[in-house]
């Protein structure tokens, strides 16, 4: 199997009979091979990552592992921007972003592995402590099972990856199956050029179906990181209940425009927001809640800039859009926009196929009960719906199973205030769109987008626990 392409468990370059073929989401060639895993080579991934804990790294080593990683990510950019390019259709420009963005998340990992500490408590304050001294030390979980979803096949890799080196955990990673080869050069990168050594990284690509349950239900899994669906995520936390289980999952990011706000300015960020990798982001901006009085300047400054978005190959320079994942969901999209305009919705950019990539789409006359709203599209599409009154507004942005991030744009500081109280999301942004993030705040969702927050500093302290120690002075 010579054009297979290797995963590294334990000191081993591990192929399989069976390939993995992965093509390209936008035109269909074949961009490589990968190994078909199966529970055996979960095995020997959970077994080397395992013999790890017997050897830590000590936190200095672990944070020069994190500096050269930054480094080396820096160098190896336009390689990986490319890699993230090919396999999951995100236009160059944007794959150069995700790659810089890379580079923050392992800076960021470094900071944590040289100052991750515990707490004093002050067990003398109650009268049987006294003469006692005690603190926390903050120790490592053990291996970490890391999944992650195919949209940012490396940065979201890294959101892993990093926090789990510098917490002192060994780790066993599946990537998604259609991007697994940012995931393998990132390992190749981590061992051959950062110093991290063989078997604190172990790579499993496979279906989730074969190897994710050997992985999420085996005993020597301490914790497992998840980011994907909510669907395939609560069934791994239902697996694994006695484990620690963090979960990063979808989301309809809603925004909502005062008239006092600057719409103008909304418009410009939300015709980007929207639309960056083809909407495939867990928090793309998708429902648009506009007040009615300015709803008309508002979608006449947000069309055109829609309709001048470049659609085509995701390696061309010029692309600002191209294919989603696959022709399936491609089709999903395309049958909850028909879905929408039976009930009523109006398109007024895009809705139809451009050499096969959906052009990016904005709908107006969008109502509670259509999948365009209730649900997430993961697609190129937003969608305007008027409002007369704020409550009306921030009740209809709260009536979601999701809970990402929301935002509003508001002169008004008493709005702005309340809206902050009153979203009910892990992050409400202000004169912002809700799809800002940078890599070293914690992100992180309620009900169906998850239960954990990540961003080194916060996913450091998911992998590891306090010890408690006391001291009899
Ligand atoms: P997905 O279908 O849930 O897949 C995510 C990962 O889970 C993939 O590696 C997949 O492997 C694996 N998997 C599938 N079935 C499994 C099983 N039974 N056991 C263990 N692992 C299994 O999600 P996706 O389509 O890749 O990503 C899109 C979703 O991710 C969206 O809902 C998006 O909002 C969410 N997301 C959330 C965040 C966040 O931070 N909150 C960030 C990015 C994306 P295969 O590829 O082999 O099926």
Redesign the pocket.
Known sequence: MSDQRAVRIGTESVTTAESLVVVSPFDGHEIGRVPRCGPEHVEAAIAAAKARLAEPLPPWRRAEILDAAAVAVAAHRDELATIIAEESAKPIRTARVEAERTVITFQSAAVEARTLVGEIVPVDGAQPGEGKLAFTLRVPRGVVAA??????PLN?VA?KVAPAIAAGCPMVL??????PFSAIRLSEILMDECGLPAGWLNVVT????T???P??EHPDIAAIT????????W??AA?AAEKHVG?????NAPVIIEPSGDWSTAAAKISVAGFSHAG????STQRVYVHRDIVDRFTEALVPKVEALVVGDPLDEATDVSSL?SPKETDRVRGWIDEAVAGGAKVLAGGELEGGVLRPTVLANVTPDMEVCRS?V?GPLVGIIAYDDFDDAVKQANDTRYG?QAAVFTADLDTALRASYELDFGGVLVNEVPTFRTDQMP???VRD??NTK?GPHYAVREMTRERLVIIQR
């Open positions: 999944i992650s979803p195919f949209n940012f979201l959101h599946k990537p998604a199956s259609q991007t496979g279906s989730g179906g190897v994710g349950d992985l999420v998840f980011t994907g669906s909510p669907e395939v995520g069934g791994i697996k979960l990063e999952l979808g989301n495939q982001s867990c928090i994942i997430e993961f990402l992100y992180g969702g987008s998850g990540e």
